[in-house]
């Protein structure tokens, strides 16, 4: 009888066992899956990131907006024009140079609003080019080696049915919380991008008020905005570095729950760091 009851509870002890280490492994591989593509996507350029969406992106922006655009730099233009001939005390000192430097200010508008697209890809060319740098200087790996894991089960081998079935299910749960997490990562980062691509179909319309210094505002703050779209990438490579690291200082071989939810939680303070990412670039840069 006793033997019996042996076997059972070594089968059931290697059956728990199995689960937990099946529940590790796709809680770490899910994490440095997810880590590693956040280090991927963040350091690809609009066109390169979807080039169909990109294509679309530029059609509309060319062919909606951009006459629209037109519209209000004529606006601007004429509106330019009579504040400066009445600026001179209304033409009692009428000097024609104003003439050119109204052609001049007017020549400089319509060269940056036909340049619209080159100029806002350049922003973020610049931001590839910095985040590409910054990922040679940012090393670190999410991803558990195979002898953690293999101390792992030899301690979990060595606990009793009631132990690891507790580990068991907070493992179960843990590995549930961390696929919610990695979906919420998934959609900050893409966020992200789809906040570029809505910015860059509305590029036209602040570009046209750079000819009126009252007006150019709008246009200082959208490029304000788009290099805080750009330079938001390499906050998050910067959490990611940071995540890499804190995860590394976790103990895997004694104390398994402990490092589970140390696991947890870091991965939920990497989540709510990225999500502050974008406010944090707009803060610097003085973007609104």
Same mark, same amino acid.
């Given at each position: 009888m006793d033997s019996i009851i042996e076997s059972i509870e070594e089968w059931l002890r290697g059956l728990l066992v199995s689960g937990i280490m099946n529940n590790l492994n796709n809680t770490f591989n899910s994490v440095n899956t #997810?880590?590693? =593509? &956040?280090? $991927?996507?963040?350091?690809?350029?609009?066109?390169?990131?979807?080039?169909?969406?990109? +294509?679309?992106?530029? +059609?509309? *922006? =060319?062919n909606v907006i951009m006459p629209i655009?037109?519209? !209000? @730099? $004529?606006? %601007?233009?004429?509106? =330019?024009? /009579? #504040?400066?001939? &009445? *600026?001179? +005390?209304? !033409?009692?000192?009428? =000097?024609?140079? %104003?003439?050119?430097?109204?052609?001049?200010?007017?020549?400089v508008a319509v060269t940056l609003i036909t340049n619209t697209m080159n100029i806002t890809m350049a922003v973020f060319d610049v931001a590839q080019h910095v985040i590409s740098n910054a990922g040679g200087i940012i090393s670190g790996s999410t991803a558990i080696d195979a002898s953690t894991l293999a101390s792992m089960e030899s301690t979990l081998e060595a606990m009793e049915v009631p132990e690891l079935l507790s580990i068991f299910l907070q493992s179960f749960i843990v590995q549930f919380l961390i696929y919610l997490l990695s979906a919420l990562i998934f959609v900050i980062v893409y966020a992200r991008m789809i906040e570029i691509y809505l910015m860059v179909s509305l590029a036209p319309i602040p570009f046209a008020t750079f000819g009126n210094r009252e007006q150019s505002m709008i246009g200082q703050n959208y490029l304000r905005s788009l290099f805080a779209l750009g330079f938001q990438g390499f906050l998050i490579m910067v959490c990611?570095? /940071?995540?890499?690291?804190? %995860? #590394? *200082?976790?103990?895997?071989? $004694?104390? /398994? /729950?402990? *490092? @589970?939810?140390?696991?947890?939680?870091?991965?939920? !303070? !990497?989540?709510? $760091? @990225?999500?502050?990412?974008?406010?944090?670039?707009k803060s610097v840069l003085h973007a609104h």
């Amino acid at each position: 009888m006793d033997s019996i009851i042996e076997s059972i509870e070594e089968w059931l002890r290697g059956l728990l066992v199995s689960g937990i280490m099946n529940n590790l492994n796709n809680t770490f591989n899910s994490v440095n899956t #997810q880590v590693g =593509e &956040i280090a $991927t996507e963040v350091g690809t350029t609009p066109a390169s990131f979807s080039p169909a969406v990109f +294509n679309m992106i530029k +059609n509309l *922006s =060319e062919n909606v907006i951009m006459p629209i655009a037109g519209i !209000l @730099l $004529t606006f %601007i233009a004429c509106y =330019e024009l /009579i #504040q400066l001939v &009445i *600026s001179h +005390n209304n !033409l009692a000192n009428f =000097e024609t140079w %104003i003439f050119w430097k109204w052609i001049f200010k007017t020549f400089v508008a319509v060269t940056l609003i036909t340049n619209t697209m080159n100029i806002t890809m350049a922003v973020f060319d610049v931001a590839q080019h910095v985040i590409s740098n910054a990922g040679g200087i940012i090393s670190g790996s999410t991803a558990i080696d195979a002898s953690t894991l293999a101390s792992m089960e030899s301690t979990l081998e060595a606990m009793e049915v009631p132990e690891l079935l507790s580990i068991f299910l907070q493992s179960f749960i843990v590995q549930f919380l961390i696929y919610l997490l990695s979906a919420l990562i998934f959609v900050i980062v893409y966020a992200r991008m789809i906040e570029i691509y809505l910015m860059v179909s509305l590029a036209p319309i602040p570009f046209a008020t750079f000819g009126n210094r009252e007006q150019s505002m709008i246009g200082q703050n959208y490029l304000r905005s788009l290099f805080a779209l750009g330079f938001q990438g390499f906050l998050i490579m910067v959490c990611v570095g /940071i995540y890499a690291v804190l %995860i #590394q *200082s976790v103990a895997f071989t $004694t104390d /398994i /729950i402990g *490092s @589970l939810w140390g696991v947890m939680g870091y991965t939920v !303070l !990497l989540a709510f $760091t @990225l999500f502050k990412t974008g406010a944090v670039a707009k803060s610097v840069l003085h973007a609104h």
